[in-house]
């Protein structure tokens, strides 16, 4: 079964809906590849003016799958494409976001989020670090607050995700974020395919050099966490439903 539906197309704009809400739109190494080749065919498509990434179920996507996680340096390239598509990407988060669901989100262009989406960095309750997200999250978000979630693991809410500008915007009801993506995706449609791509550049140029002077060192770098004994203990924790051994 494959966890990506079948693309949808409405006046230039493609939706690419992540699809498997059995294990909460995790990070697969098929969900990474499905994602990838079907960007490649938007940015080939001279009728796609943009990408609208949502999703099924009450996730949008809950980070790496743990049994059975991309390679890193996949799903580097997996945000770094998103970054560099010449076209925007839009997400639109009707659920929760957690660990590298917020990469995924970071990524893209322009957000709206509803009252049901939550988000949460967890890594560090794992043993683990935000490490190959930072590229896109932290160009991207409030220092002080990024500092706070990235230690903690808190989770926090839409509107609070608007204010340290992690998304764009944030509606009060589930209702209200397709009133929202009106405005955003007509402004897209009325602008030319140069227009677009020639601005996505210029907005999304620290984001791009933030993956070329860091991807290889974070990917390294989360390579050997994940292959820690403390990480193994805090993903087997997770698994088994049960506090790891060095909580207090």
């Known amino acids: 079964m494959t966890p990506l539906a079948e693309p949808t197309h409405d006046r230039g704009i493609t939706t690419l809906t992540l699809d498997s809400p059995a294990n909460r739109n995790a990070l697969s190494a098929q969900l990474v590849g499905e994602l990838s080749t079907a960007l490649d065919a938007c940015a080939a498509d001279d009728t796609v003016r943009a990408v609208v990434l949502t999703h099924t179920g009450n996730t949008f996507c809950a980070g790496a799958d743990l049994t059975g996680p991309p390679d890193p340096a996949a799903f580097v390239a997996l945000m770094r494409q998103i970054v560099a598509l010449p076209k925007p990407v839009v997400a639109r988060v009707t659920g929760h976001v957690r660990a590298g669901g917020l990469g995924l989100l970071s990524a893209c262009d322009i957000s709206?989020?509803?009252?049901?989406?939550?988000?949460?960095?967890?890594?560090?309750?794992?043993?683990?670090?935000?490490?190959?997200?930072?590229?896109?999250?932290?160009?991207?978000?409030?220092?002080?607050?990024?500092?706070?979630?990235?230690?903690?693991?808190?989770?926090f809410d839409a509107t609070e995700a608007a204010r340290i500008s992690l998304i764009t915007i944030a509606v009060g009801s589930a209702e209200d974020i397709d009133k929202a993506l009106v405005p955003v995706l007509d402004g897209l449609r009325r602008a030319s395919p140069q227009g677009l791509a020639a601005s996505k550049e210029l907005v999304t140029a620290t984001v791009r050099m933030s993956f070329d002077?860091?991807?290889?060192?974070?990917?390294?770098?989360?390579?050997?966490?994940?292959?820690?004994?403390?990480?193994?203990?805090?993903?087997?924790?997770f698994l088994e439903r049960r506090d790891p051994a060095w909580v207090l």
Request: net charge neutral; no cysteine.
């Open 112 to 155: 709206v989020a509803g009252p049901g989406a939550s988000f949460a960095l967890t890594e560090s309750r794992l043993g683990l670090a935000p490490a190959v997200i930072s590229m896109p999250l932290l160009p991207r978000t409030d220092p002080r607050a990024a500092a706070r979630y990235y230690l903690t693991g808190e989770r």
């Open 213 to 237: 002077q860091y991807a290889e060192d974070l990917i390294a770098r989360s390579a050997a966490l994940f292959a820690s004994a403390e990480a193994r203990e805090g993903m087997t924790a």
